[in-house]
């Protein structure tokens, strides 16, 4: 009998993978400490990062329970991001829009007028995204979430599992954008996503996570998450079906 190093199940010896929480790591012994920290308040080091006994100060854990690391789930953090692109992207269109013309109308009607050029779609993609990266980050800062992760089961925390704040919020996604996303630019993304995707396979995590010790966290697949799939890739053909309408 062997058992998960990760949460200390008990696991065939043929197993190659935890099915309880997808961890690849096993022990002869079971592991009771780690079954005891899944419900306990994690702690971490106060902000002058000391580690002298007695400077560990409790902090928010926000990972809802049962909530996985592994298996990744490349393709529904994908989904998430093109459903955070298509909807956080057209609010801070829209946003940028009424400020706009609200101080100098005549200009913000020569600035849209740009986009109503067929040849300008690549630059209304690289403004799109890289506006609502920025807004995405800002909303995962603060709650680890977005619209897109919520339907996909997605969330990102730092390595006690606490939010990371706007500032580090925003500074992933703007490193997404131009790490994962190649800019927006379609054929550059292409290949900026295939590097990505395949540093996600073999490492389980990408480069601007792993370079910051973020830790991205998966709901458990089910059928509750599958029909949570399916209303996410709908949305995403509802929303850029309205975006083409106007």
Not at 24 to 31: A, E, K, L, V
Request: with cysteine; net charge positive; glycine share 8%.
């Amino acid at each position: 009998m062997k058992y998960c190093a990760s949460c200390g199940n008990e696991a065939i010896a043929t197993m190659v993978m935890c099915p309880s929480c997808g961890h690849r790591s096993f022990s002869d012994m079971p592991n009771g400490e780690v079954q005891q920290t899944k419900t306990a308040t994690v702690q971490a080091p106060s902000s002058d990062n000391s580690l002298n006994a007695g400077s560990f100060a409790q902090t928010e854990y926000i990972v809802p329970k049962d909530w996985l690391e592994l298996p990744v789930t490349p393709w529904r953090r994908y989904a998430a991001r093109l459903l955070d692109i298509s909807f956080l992207g057209g609010i801070a269109f829209l946003l940028i829009s009424i400020i706009f013309y609200s101080v100098a109308p005549y200009s913000a009607d020569r600035f849209f007028a740009i986009f109503e050029n067929p040849s300008s779609i690549i630059v209304d993609v690289v403004l799109t995204t890289v506006l609502s990266c920025i807004l995405t980050g800002a909303v995962i800062g603060v709650s680890g979430l977005s619209l897109g992760k919520i339907i996909f089961g997605v969330m990102v925390t730092d390595h006690n599992g606490n939010k990371i704040g706007i500032t580090k919020g925003i500074q992933r996604d703007l490193a997404v954008f131009l790490r994962g996303l190649g800019l927006g630019i379609p054929l550059i993304s292409i290949v900026t996503m295939y590097v990505a995707y395949s540093k996600l396979n073999k490492s389980n995590s990408t480069t601007w996570d792993s370079e910051k010790n973020y830790r991205v966290w998966h709901r458990p697949s089910s059928p509750i998450q599958y029909l949570l799939n399916t209303l996410g890739i709908i949305l995403i053909i509802i929303i850029n079906a309205l975006y083409r309408a106007f």
